[in-house]
Structure formats: structure tokens, C-alpha cells
């Protein structure tokens, strides 16, 4: 059984930072695509970041230089290390894993103060 527990959300002011982390049970994150989604009140799903199984990464355009996608693969977790935060950044943050399925976490909520 897939599991994906994802923490490290909260209430941060405008230009701080937040690191999300993201722990899988039940599957291998380094063998799989994985990444952030995240969805902010009134809006779609949004694409934050991916990491493929041979480390590459990719980035929304408007995230793009602020956050980072890493993964630490003995501990099966992927982590989102977000800087330079804005008010627009609030939303729910979903961590997910691609196989021939896409499971996805339950959700983390980062809220950005200006």
C-alpha cells in the first residue's frame, strides 16, 4: 500500500522560507517520478516541481529560482525547500508519485503573510 505523508507546512511572512518534505511508504521514490502539486483557494492545481527518476528536475514558471526540488533517496523522501516567499504562494502544497498510478499525499497548507 502506497503512503505519502507530506509536513512541514505553515504560517511564514512574505520573503521567508519553508521546507516541505514529502515520506513515502509502500514504493521507492528514486525508481519513479515525483513532485509537488499545489492548489490555492479558488484556483486549479498548479505544478510546482518534479524529480524523474535520474534526478532531473523541472519548476513551474513561477517558482522558478525561489524553490528547490531535492530527494533523499535512502529515506524515500522528497523534500521542496521554498525561498523568497510571496503572498501568492498560499495554497494547499500535495506531494505525489507517478507510476502506471499517481498517488498523492493528503496536503500540507502554507500560508504567505505580507
Known amino acids: 500500500q502506497v503512503q505519502l505523508v507530506e509536513s512541514g507546512g505553515g504560517l511564514v511572512q512574505a520573503g521567508g522560507s519553508l521546507r516541505l518534505s514529502c515520506a513515502a511508504s509502500?514504493?521507492?521514490?528514486?525508481?519513479?517520478?515525483t513532485g509537488w502539486y499545489r492548489q490555492a483557494p479558488g484556483k486549479q492545481r498548479e505544478l510546482v516541481a518534479i524529480?524523474?527518476?535520474?534526478?532531473?528536475?523541472n519548476y513551474g514558471d513561477s517558482v522558478k529560482g525561489r524553490f528547490t526540488i531535492s530527494r533523499a533517496n535512502g529515506k524515500d523522501t522528497v523534500y521542496l525547500q521554498m525561498n523568497s516567499l510571496k503572498p501568492e504562494d498560499t495554497a494547499v502544497y500535495y506531494c505525489?508519485?507517478?507510476?502506471?498510478?499517481?498517488?498523492w499525499g493528503q496536503g500540507t497548507e502554507v500560508t504567505v503573510s505580507s
Open positions: 524529480i524523474t527518476s535520474s534526478g532531473t528536475t
Open positions: 505525489f508519485v507517478t507510476m502506471t498510478l499517481t498517488y
Open positions: 509502500g514504493i521507492i521514490f528514486s525508481t519513479n517520478t
